[in-house]
């Protein structure tokens, strides 16, 4: 048995998903995790269907409760910060909540301390009723603030015990507000805009390009774009928001120009950075992105410190580069390996492929790959484009809907890039089969000549994607 544990730095997604594996793969392996809040192992990714009260509870979000972790033989230690690593000494320094500081040493480290929401260039985040969404107090604070005035409480939003108390009861005094504006367009801004126009809020998304979902690509983002103004959203885009102003509360936003619109709400979702503070001084080596630089395996530039989830690189499938695609399975996936690895039998964390899916309303959206034709330049690639639009299924058959797809490709190879997808029958899953192709490499030749199933209620004959790589083959002969 090593005589000093496997550290784990963080307790959600890539540092449990490490621990657990360590633990199952060696159960003699002493395994500490800490994790400086009171959640853990929670789905951040549900955070806004819990603003929308389609989840009901709080709890509902957690995967494992810390008495599973316990179980699994996994030494927990939630409210403990880790604010130091020393990797000569191989240590790290924990701070206690009443504020002590303890020295735990470790025969190997993971770093797994995720991403933080970016506020700025905005001014006035700080007042109150101005919100990010990056974790379950922020979704609590913002439901109780959506709740009847006096009807939320820790209990009935299911966070009793975890929850931060005195902020639900602040927000819960709230008389609920009316008009909210979301800074950021953005999938949490657009899964956002869905949630409080459920609340029955007047909703104003602010974005600063011309289109909302950059990384979807322009054909993905009219549908969308089309979708919220159906529902009842207004989008001011090409508009950058300067500063949010009020009396301690919130209570007017500002944009460069002349725009002000008066709000009781506002929330910020302008992206994340990689939080990276713990090994900023260590001989823990960023990547280009500003993450932490990994290899294959998740090892890090220090011995036996690893990384994973957002607070890491990943090796992109497309450019064969390490990149930042801070998502979920990318965490779980890179968590496990690495714990498999630390239990002495090493596994590669795997590429990413960049793969997301966001449902705005109706309209489901998928994207893999790189999409951008500028992004595929730097790359060294020659991009080509095709969008088609086509039936989800037969068109005689009942719930057909439009399914818009685009993919792009390398003139000079036929190698597939990335794609988009957009359509309210079941367009999200579809991305999975442009991912895989992806993964394996494929020409768009390959994929046109797919097996894919068909039966009416399911898919035309073609189904969109190979109609997609159908025209797009065709645009590379030309
Ligand atoms: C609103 C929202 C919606 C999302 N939706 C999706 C989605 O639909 N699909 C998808 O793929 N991804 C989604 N994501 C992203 C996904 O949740 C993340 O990629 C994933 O949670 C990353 O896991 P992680 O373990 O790296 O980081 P986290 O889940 O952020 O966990 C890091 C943990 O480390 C702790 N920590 C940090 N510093 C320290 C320290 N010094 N000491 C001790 N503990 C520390 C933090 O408190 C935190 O609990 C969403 C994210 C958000 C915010």
């Known amino acids: 048995m090593t005589a000093e544990p496997f550290v784990v730095v963080g307790g959600d997604a890539a540092g449990l998903s490490a621990a657990s594996k360590c633990k199952r793969e060696d159960p003699d392996r002493e ?8 959640w853990v192992s929670y789905a951040h990714c549900g955070t806004p269907y819990f603003v ?6 709080l709890t509902d979000l957690l995967t494992l409760s810390p008495d599973d972790i316990e179980e699994r033989g996994i030494d927990l230690r939630r409210e403990r910060e880790v604010v130091a690593v020393d990797t000569d000494a191989r240590s790290v320094t924990v701070r206690t909540p009443a504020g002590e500081r303890r020295e735990q040493s470790y025969s190997d480290l993971l770093v797994a301390t995720g991403a933080h929401a970016l506020t700025a260039p905005v001014d006035g985040t ?3 009723g101005v919100f990010s969404l990056h ?39 709230w008389a609920p507000p009316e008009t909210v504006a979301i800074v950021g367009g953005g999938y949490v801004g657009v899964e956002m805009a869905e949630a409080f126009t ?18 979807f690509g322009e054909a993905v983002a009219e549908r969308v774009e089309t979708e919220l103004r159906e529902q009842g959203v207004t989008l001011h885009l090409d508009t950058e928001v300067d500063r949010l102003a009020g009396e301690g509360r919130v209570e007017r936003l500002e944009c460069t120009g002349d725009t002000a619109i008066d709000v009781d709400m506002a929330l910020v979702g302008v992206g994340i950075r990689p939080n990276v503070s713990l090994v900023a001084d260590t001989a823990v080596d960023l990547g280009e992105s500003g993450a932490v630089a990994v290899d294959d395996y998740g090892r890090t530039s220090a011995e036996d410190v690893y990384a994973a989830g957002d607070c ?6 497309v450019t064969g580069e390490f990149d930042w695609v801070p998502l979920g399975l990318t965490a779980n996936r890179a968590g ?5 690895t630390v239990a002495g039998d090493p596994k590669p964390t795997g590429d990413i492929a960049g793969t997301a899916v966001v449902k705005a309303f109706e309209q489901e959206c998928g994207r893999v790959g790189i999409v951008d034709h500028e992004r595929t330049r730097e790359a060294g690639f020659d991009p080509v484009s095709e969008t088609i639009t086509t039936a989800s299924r037969s068109g005689y058959y009942p719930g057909a809907a439009e399914t818009v797809v685009s993919l792009t490709a390398d003139r000079e190879t036929g190698r597939l890039l990335g794609g988009t997808i957009v359509g309210t029958d079941r367009a999200a899953v579809r991305i999975d089969t442009v991912a895989t192709a992806l993964e394996g490499d494929m020409t768009v030749g390959e994929v046109e000549n797919l097996d894919l199933g068909y039966a009416p209620p399911f898919s035309p004959v073609w189904d969109p994607v190979l109609t997609a790589a159908k025209v797009l083959n065709g645009s590379l002969d030309e």
């Open 31 to 38: 395994v500490v995790v800490f994790e400086k809040g009171r």
């Open 52 to 57: 929308k009260g389609e989840v009901e509870r």
């Open 126 to 128: 700080d007042l109150d």
């Open 135 to 173: 974790g379950l107090d922020d979704a609590a604070a913002i439901r109780a603030a959506l709740e009847p005035e006096g009807e939320a409480t820790p209990e009935s939003l299911g966070g009793d015990g975890y929850v931060d108390r005195e902020r639900v009861e602040r927000y819960a005094a």
């Open 198 to 215: 459920a609340h029955g809020l007047d909703v104003h998304v602010f974005q600063r390009g011309d289109h909302v979902l950059g990384p």
């Open 312 to 317: 890491a690189e990943a090796r992109h499938t």
């Open 336 to 340: 496990r390996a690495i714990g498999q």
